[in-house]
């Protein structure tokens, strides 16, 4: 690969940085970036959406609009000079990975983590079993999803897992249609929750209270829901005497409030006629049981084990119980996506990569301006702001990285690859496109009392962009 030889950042040869992926990450990186003021940096994002913001718009839950407005903070960025928007292109499909290294200096890839983790347990195929990042795409517009089903005919919701996407989920279940209907819910979601007859959501963790990762605010909020029952156990929230010892050593301050919480919950007294959220600890799912569809679930009792590193593990017993229920949806993870010609860590699921920089698996070295932030850099975990210190690390090395001259060597111009993507037919959206869709959306949201109605079809995004554009 060609290695930097001239000084770039100046106003006659600007530093060329391609941006992949426009959530907090991409963003957060692209701010850093456009604070380097000794330089003069051009900064080009990419997105396989139209739409920019990752899972602030497409993963944050749209009863909570206040953790949606960071994206009034990147809109700031957005409109800064030297900052362009490229929708509806996507690496891997459209453009290849070679081919943004002849455009630009450097190449940041901040594309998350989509992919989610199986249960890999019998029954998992059955209809009325899916993953939660399908469920969460769905009800939040993400045109890839736009036609799933879920059929929620059933009384009973089983969701598997312990961290905020699995509160998020049973919480939007469980809603009423008046919480939803003032929020900016897909409308195919919402219609589909109206006619919703869950009334009781079951949240299984195979830990204990202590080793649940929600944060104490998802879990407090769940209490205090109008319409909705909080419903634990007494003697699963009870620590035994590891657990009592683990919190004491390794539980940090959350663990403790959310056990503090957890066994106050579980001396509530049921209001009844509400729906019910029940969570649940130490039980795990053995099997999903049904002929066509799933209508019940085996779940076995666990024990909990000090591991050798301070951790504590789960061990699944005999002891097992029959569950009915008529939807589950899996909740226990993400996994990144390999980008085709970018070096990935398949046991982490992440681009192999060091504080960053990308590097090659078998030499440790690093790939000259190949750069990564975000899920896709270290993993599926972490609020938006996590984001903004990993982007910056990533960006301190690809400034250091400048200084040193050993960035990539670029062949052609960054135009030059606009116009191959029209050649082939990708119709690129600006952001002035998003601005478009952005103010038909509110537009569409206000006489409803909304924040917004989203357009959630490809081919109704496109139209839209290119209207107001043209
Ligand atoms: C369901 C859910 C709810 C959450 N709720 C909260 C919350 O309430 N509060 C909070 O602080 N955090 C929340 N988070 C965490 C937060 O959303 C993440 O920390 C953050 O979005 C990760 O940022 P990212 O930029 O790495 O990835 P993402 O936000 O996923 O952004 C990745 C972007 O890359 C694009 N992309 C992917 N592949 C390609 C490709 N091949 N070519 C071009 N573009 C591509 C995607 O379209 C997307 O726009 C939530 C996460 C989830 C999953």
């Given at each position: 690969m060609a290695v930097l030889k001239e000084a770039v950042?100046?106003?006659?040869k600007p530093l060329r940085v391609a941006v992949v992926g426009s959530g907090p990450a991409g963003f957060y990186a692209a701010a850093h970036l456009q604070a380097a003021t000794s330089l003069t940096v051009q900064v080009d994002m990419f997105d396989?959406?139209?739409?920019?913001?990752g899972l602030v718009r497409?993963?944050?839950?749209?009863?909570h609009p206040k953790i949606k407005s960071v994206s009034r903070m990147f809109e700031k960025f957005a409109k800064r000079p030297g900052f362009s928007f490229h929708g509806n292109v996507e690496l891997g499909?459209?453009?290849e990975h070679a081919e943004l290294l002849q455009h630009y200096h450097a190449v940041l890839y901040a594309v998350g983590a989509a992919n989610d983790r199986r249960l890999?347990?019998?029954?998992?195929?059955?209809?009325?079993?899916?993953?939660a990042t399908q469920f969460v795409s769905w009800y939040n517009g993400h045109p890839d999803f736009a036609d799933e089903r879920f059929?929620?005919?059933?009384?009973r919701a089983v969701v598997i897992g312990n961290g905020n996407v699995a509160i998020d989920v049973a919480r939007i279940l469980a809603l009423s249609p008046a919480e939803l209907e003032?929020?900016?819910?897909a409308d195919h979601a919402l219609e589909a929750l109206r006619a919703s007859n869950i009334s009781e959501v079951v949240v299984l963790g195979r830990r204990g209270p202590a080793q649940a990762a929600f944060t104490t605010a998802e879990l407090r909020e769940l209490g205090s829901l109008a319409d909705t029952d909080v419903i634990v156990d007494s003697a699963e929230a009870e620590l035994d005497d590891l657990g009592q010892a683990w919190l004491a050593d390794h539980g940090g301050d959350r663990a403790r409030a959310n056990v503090e919480l957890l066994q106050e919950y579980s001396r509530r007294t049921p209001r009844g006629g509400h729906k019910r959220i029940v969570l649940r600890f130490q039980t795990v799912p053995v099997a999903l049981i049904g002929e066509?569809?799933?209508?019940g679930m085996d779940i076995a009792r666990t024990v909990l084990q000090a591991a050798g590193d301070g951790n504590i593990v789960s061990r699944t017993t005999a002891a097992q119980e029959r569950l009915e229920c008529g939807f589950v949806l899996r909740s226990i993870g993400y996994l990144g996506k390999p980008i085709p010609g970018v070096p990935f860590d398949a046991d982490r699921a992440?681009?192999?990569?060091?504080h960053g920089r990308v590097s090659d698996p078998a030499t440790g070295q690093a790939i000259p301006g190949v750069y990564t932030a975000g899920w896709i850099k270290r993993?599926?975990?972490?609020?938006?702001?996590t984001n903004k210190k990993c982007a910056q690390e990533t960006v301190d090395l690809l400034l250091h990285d400048v200084a040193d001259g050993v960035l990539n060597t670029p062949l052609r111009e960054p135009q030059q690859l606009l116009e191959t993507l029209k050649e082939r037919g990708v119709h690129v959206t600006d952001y002035a496109a998003w601005e478009a869709v952005d103010a038909h959306e509110r537009g569409a949201g206000e006489p409803l009392g909304r924040p917004r109605v989203k357009l959630v079809r490809h081919p109704e995004l496109i139209e839209r962009a290119r209207n107001t554009r043209d």
């Open positions: 950042g100046t106003t006659e396989r959406l139209i739409t920019p913001w497409a993963g944050v839950a749209p009863d499909r459209d453009i890999r347990i019998a029954g998992e195929d059955l209809s009325g079993c899916h993953a059929d929620l005919s059933g009384t003032v929020t900016d819910i066509d569809r799933v209508e992440t681009i192999h990569n060091d993993g599926p975990s972490g609020v938006i702001g």
